[in-house]
């Protein structure tokens, strides 16, 4: 018998999207900040000092914040089940009146609506609704702490590639040798994220590297102008 495998990749969207967000502010961040501390000319070692207090405060700041953030997605979720076990046990059948509606705006028949409710609460009455009517699923449930190691790790690993940079690069040609690897890189990230979730390669990598070459031009300006005020 031929077995029909289809791929999806929806299941991806909460790490992929953490991983994502992480990688792109720590790449782009770092190396900002790194252009917008050279632009003020300050002693090579500043820099540096710079670029470490980036890596290290960045990729701290992105797994509390990410934590913070879906962990209430994650407290909305619970009340929500809580709230939804509370009525399946007051009131049942009404309940089950409300899921047969849902199917029937989806298309099926008032009969086949209140057939699939009935046989769908018997086994899973709680499943059943927060799937159809919550709208929670296995794929999108959130998962804080993944979702906060997802970011503080791919932050880390954008941020360390504009710091590696700034080690071995001398001062003089610091800048464009930042400005042009990052914006190879965040091209590669805008496509491989692209790839990654099935999206078209091209409007995903320019759409990333333009935003990244937008907040370099400003903090090296600002760096710039800093550095000629004091």
Do not use: K
Not at 188 to 215: E, H, N
């Amino acid at each position: 018998m031929h077995h029909h495998h289809e791929l999806h990749r929806v299941g991806r969207t909460g790490w992929l999207r953490a991983a994502v967000l992480g990688a792109n502010d720590g790449l782009i961040s770092t190396a900002s900040l790194i252009i917008g501390v050279a632009a003020a000319h300050p002693e090579g070692s500043a820099v540096l000092l710079a670029g470490i207090a980036g890596v290290v405060g960045g990729s701290l700041s992105m797994a509390a914040g990410e934590y913070v953030s879906v962990s209430s997605q994650a407290d909305s979720e619970q009340a929500d089940l809580a709230r939804e076990r509370q009525e399946l046990h007051s009131a049942p059948e009404a309940e089950q009146r409300e899921l047969a509606g849902i199917y029937v705006r989806r298309g099926l028949t008032p009969q086949l609506a209140e057939q699939v409710a009935a046989q769908l609460s018997a086994h899973d009455a709680l499943a059943a609704h927060a799937r159809d009517e919550l709208g929670i699923t296995d794929f999108s449930r959130a998962q804080p702490l993944l979702a906060a190691v997802a970011s503080a790790g791919s932050f880390a690993v954008g941020a360390l590639l504009p710091l590696l940079v700034a080690l071995l690069v001398p001062a003089a040609q610091l800048t464009p040798a930042i400005f042009g690897l990052t914006v190879v890189l965040l091209l590669a990230l805008g496509a491989s994220a692209a790839q990654l979730g099935g999206a078209r390669l091209l409007p995903a990598a320019m759409r990333v590297a333009f935003w990244g070459v937008i907040a370099m031009a400003i903090t090296g300006l600002a760096g710039h102008y800093a550095g000629i005020a004091v």
